[in-house]
């Protein structure tokens, strides 16, 4: 059953603040919203709550880092954005709230925190927080549209209750928080801030998929596409970041923590740098190698240092096989060089589908870094990845989100 558009569902005076998106950020807001005595309603249009939290760190949810400082782990048009609110709310205020849930979990690797059973955990944690604080939580229920008028705001609400039938309404808030998040995992995803801020007039920085696997360019496919399953511990550099983790080859290009962290920066048409031998003065080994083992073939000593199916795949590709001893000074260089500064220029990104966070966002020029209000629009909030911020892989969106949450609602 459809119902007009213009039925309203509560009237003006049935809660202090609506937040759209039951996300990481938008549940962190309110529950701090309504522990300040709030009437909170959060409007999900996923049929569950924290969604994106439950698919993250492989079903871990790598839910903080405790390398998370503001000024070295975060991207935006604005680098200073982000700072007020991180201080405000640091790494140890939410684990804190972990471990006053007897949460049991662990140090992964590089700061990287991970639940030990399941981001369920975090899930329920943070409903538990919310229903103490008397937070309404709405499922199935998208917001349409967030349109100013003389009480605030109306928001135009479509909820799903059944197969088939759309149950339509509207209702006012004088405050509404935009916590709908970015474009990635689209099955999941929401547009709804950025609409909203360009039908309000409010600059957007375009936005890109970030933390995401590189396609293969059509000549590398056909060399490397083979490769699919081989990891290597490697340095990649891309604008002047560098990042050492492993590489994964992968069948439509190349994924792995490395590249993954490499892709937040990187742009169409540049080349990504890869030293496959980080550990190696490459160069300096084949000299020795030549003088102890000069009769060993050069794919035979690699294998020594490489995945033997990665070798297989580069020589006679980069280079031609033969005995150490036979090798020139010049060969030795131009074998060095190959394997330390692989010149890798991507065909693309695997898009929105696998990335795991969007880069750009609502430009934080809109907005207040204290409160997060739009400075055109009193009433109207965006926090979390809807905004021009983007962390690095390994718990950073997650804090930024706990962050920005907490220091929205302690302003509404």
């Known amino acids: 059953m459809v119902l007009g558009s213009s039925q309203r569902g509560d009237s003006p005076a049935d809660f202090d603040v609506v937040i759209v998106g039951a996300g990481a950020s938008g549940l962190m807001c309110a529950i701090h919203a309504g522990r300040r005595g709030l009437k909170v309603l959060v409007l999900e249009k996923g049929p569950k709550p924290g969604l994106k939290i439950l698919v993250?760190?492989?079903?871990?949810?790598?839910?903080?880092?405790?390398?998370?400082?503001?000024?070295?782990?975060?991207?935006?048009?604005?680098q200073h954005f982000c700072i007020s609110a991180m201080r405000r709310y640091p790494v140890a205020e939410f684990i804190d709230m972990v471990n006053a849930h007897g949460i049991a979990y662990h140090e992964k690797k590089l700061g990287q925190l991970f639940c030990d059973h399941s981001a369920q955990d975090?899930?329920?944690?943070?409903?538990?927080?919310?229903?103490?604080?008397?937070?309404?939580?709405?499922?199935?229920?998208?917001?349409?549209?967030?349109?100013?008028?003389?009480?605030?705001?109306?928001?135009?609400?479509?909820?799903?209750?059944g197969k088939t039938a759309i149950d339509t309404y509207a209702l006012d808030a004088p405050r509404v928080v935009l916590?709908?998040?970015?474009?990635?995992?689209?099955?999941?995803?929401s547009d709804l801030a950025y609409r909203t801020a360009r039908e309000l007039g409010v600059s957007v920085v375009a936005p890109s998929p970030a933390l995401v696997p590189l396609t293969w360019n059509n000549a590398d496919k056909a060399e490397f596409a083979e490769?699919?399953?081989?990891?290597?511990?490697?340095e990649i550099s891309s604008s002047g970041q560098s990042f050492r983790e492993n590489l994964l080859f992968t069948h439509r290009g190349l994924s792995g923590p490395a590249i993954l962290q490499a892709s937040s920066y990187w742009r169409p048409g540049e080349d990504v740098n890869i030293n496959l031998l980080p550990e190696h003065d490459v160069l300096a080994w084949l000299h020795q190698m030549r003088q102890d083992r000069g009769k060993i073939l050069l794919s035979n000593a690699l294998k020594g240092l490489l995945p033997n199916r990665l070798v297989e795949a580069v020589i006679d590709r980069w280079f031609d096989d033969q005995t150490l001893g036979d090798m020139s000074a010049a060969q030795c260089e131009q074998v060095a060089g190959q394997l330390q500064a692989w010149r890798f220029r991507p065909g693309g990104t695997e898009g929105y589908r696998t990335a795991e966070v969007t880069l750009g966002g609502l430009a934080t020029t809109e907005f207040s870094s204290k409160s997060f209000e739009a400075k055109n629009y009193p009433g109207l909030?965006?926090?979390?990845?809807?905004?021009?911020?983007?962390?690095?892989?390994?718990?950073?969106?997650?804090?930024?989100?706990?962050?920005?949450?907490?220091?929205c609602a302690k302003q509404l």
Request: one cysteine or more; hydrophobic letters at 40%; charged letters at 15%.
């Open 381 to 407: 909030y965006a926090i979390g990845e809807a905004l021009d911020v983007t962390g690095w892989l390994g718990g950073y969106n997650f804090q930024w989100a706990w962050a920005s949450g907490y220091c």
């Open 56 to 78: 993250s760190g492989g079903g871990r949810c790598n839910f903080t880092n405790l390398w998370a400082d503001p000024e070295d782990h975060y991207l935006s048009a604005n």
């Open 179 to 189: 916590a709908s998040g970015g474009l990635s995992l689209p099955k999941i995803a």
């Open 122 to 161: 975090i899930v329920d944690m943070l409903l538990d927080e919310a229903a103490k604080a008397g937070v309404q939580i709405r499922l199935k229920s998208e917001v349409c549209k967030v349109i100013p008028d003389a009480s605030g705001f109306r928001v135009n609400v479509t909820k799903s209750t």
């Open 227 to 234: 490769l699919s399953g081989v990891a290597v511990d490697c």
